[in-house]
């Protein structure tokens, strides 16, 4: 009997690597401007040439400029547009598809790839990137990889790696309304700890997974890496296929009913063994917000830091052991990244937006996750409402998730981020990040301090 994973792995395994190795058959490489350049340039240098340029793809979203009007080549670094000119130089060199910062179909790529049909059930996806892990959440054999390990690909279409031990997590019940799967995830992380995943391959399971829309998996696969886990999956279900439907780059026609007989077979067998095993009940879940600077230093919103709490974690983060969170004052805060800038996570946050303001002395930032997403808010009028209640409204990228040397928070300011880490100095030397779902960094922005999220704007159905 085998796992899903196991039977994702068979099917792409070309031959035994040595060593406890095997060599797997990649069917599309992710790049970056921030790490796929570096591949591509020594690939080059070599003399070497990419195997087969149609199963990559590269994209701007780590460095390019969020701010508004941003030009072709504006970088949010200082220097940083020498990534982008580089990658795509070295890309149309290779002849690989870029999705350029000019490009209609630009954003962060774990975000766009899945809009684009480029991320599919069954597939086997690598990027230079440990937030690869969300692209599981289609049923996909996916995970982060090092720009060596990227240009390996490149130049063979295989990478070798080791097969990982296998995690399965049931969750039970519902999550309840308007907790996200954002507060799962921080919930998962804080109870089992930062290497709770055990370098696992993680599949998510059980009937809070089955009722989970697609959105909500990818940021629940997403955060995986932060629990220390090799990878996520979710086996493809109705859900999976209506959302891959219609993609640009998914399959149609015949080749699509065939692909969809395919994808329904892609699950773990009734009898199939797992070397750890974990449940957890969605009904416990309740709004979650990180405390100090790992993702498992999080808290019930409303609850007390532990007395048993990281001494540098506190006093990096400017709090006490017994210290709420709820009413703590902030200075900034951000929506956005692969974890929460889709449309869903947009739609949540403005619900809590409507007809309010941003409090003063509050910078609020707001960045779609790809112009796919930025359009089909803006023809909500969702841009309207983030800006009429004082947030920037920014062109999409990873912005202000993690810092890059150029705009950010200054330094000490407290943010409460909708982004996936929590590490110093991540958002900005001194910044101060506490992570938690959309609706509460909205309503934490109008509050000016970290809040619980109006309870009626929810709907009683799960999200």
């Known amino acids: 009997m085998a796992t899903l994973f196991d039977k994702l792995w068979d099917l792409h395994r070309v031959a035994d690597a040595g060593e406890g190795y095997d060599l797997l058959a990649v069917d599309r490489l992710l790049l970056h401007e921030r790490t796929g ?15 087969d340029a149609s199963r990559c793809f590269s994209f701007m979203d780590h460095i390019v400029s969020f701010r508004p009007g941003r030009g072709r080549d504006d970088a949010r670094s200082p220097g940083g547009e020498a990534f982008i000119l580089e990658t795509r130089a070295l890309a149309a060199q290779a002849a690989i598809t870029l999705i350029d910062t000019d ?37 996909a054999l996916a995970w982060g990889i090092g720009s060596s390990e990227a240009e390996h690909i490149l130049a063979t279409g295989t990478i070798r790696v080791q097969k990982p031990r296998q995690m399965r997590i049931r969750i039970a019940g519902a999550l309840g309304a308007g907790i996200t799967p954002k507060d ?19 599949e998510f ?36 296929l209506d959302f891959v439907r219609g993609r640009r780059l998914a399959p149609s026609g015949d080749m699509l009913a065939a692909a969809e007989i395919h994808w329904r077979s892609l699950a773990s067998d009734a009898d199939a063994a797992f070397d750890e095993e974990l ?42 052991a017994g210290q709420r969170l709820e009413g703590l004052p902030i200075d900034g805060a951000f929506i956005g990244s692969c ?21 003063h002395g509050v910078r609020a930032v707001c960045v779609p996750g790809s112009k796919s997403v930025k359009r089909a808010a803006e023809a909500r009028g969702l841009d309207l409402v983030f800006r009429k209640a004082g947030f920037e409204w920014g062109e999409p990228g990873c912005a202000m998730c993690f810092y ?21 100095g991540r958002q900005g030397p001194g910044v101060r990040t506490h992570l938690s779902n959309p609706a509460v960094v909205a309503a934490s922005a109008v509050a000016g301090r970290i809040s619980l999220p109006d309870p009626g704007l929810f709907q009683e159905d799960s999200v």
């Open 103 to 139: 490009n209609a179909d630009q954003g962060i790529v774990h975000v766009a790839a899945p809009e684009l049909g480029i991320a599919l059930p069954g597939y086997s996806i690598m990027c230079p990137d440990s937030h690869t892990c969300s692209l599981g959440a289609l049923g």
């Open 184 to 202: 799962l995830a921080l919930y998962l992380i804080a109870r089992y700890g930062a290497k709770g995943g055990n370098r696992c391959a993680i």
């Open 37 to 51: 350049g570096i591949a591509l340039k020594s690939l080059r240098d070599q003399g070497l040439e990419v195997a």
């Open 404 to 424: 890059a040397g150029g705009e950010t928070f200054p330094p000490g300011a407290r943010v409460i981020s909708s982004t996936n880490r929590n590490f110093e």
């Open 339 to 359: 974890t929460n800038g889709r449309l869903s996570d947009l739609e949540l946050a403005a619900e809590q937006l409507r007809g309010k303001r941003v409090a």
């Open 205 to 240: 399971c059980g009937p809070a997974i089955e009722i989970m829309p697609v959105e909500g998996r990818l940021t629940l696969c997403n955060m995986v890496v932060e629990f220390a886990a090799f990878t996520a999956l979710i086996a493809p279900d109705e859900k999976t």
């Open 279 to 320: 449940t957890l009940d969605a009904g416990e879940v309740t709004p979650q917000v990180s405390w100090g600077t790992s993702p498992e230093e999080t808290l019930a919103l409303g609850a007390t830091i532990p007395h048993s709490a990281n001494i540098r974690a506190l006093n990096y983060m400017g709090l006490a």
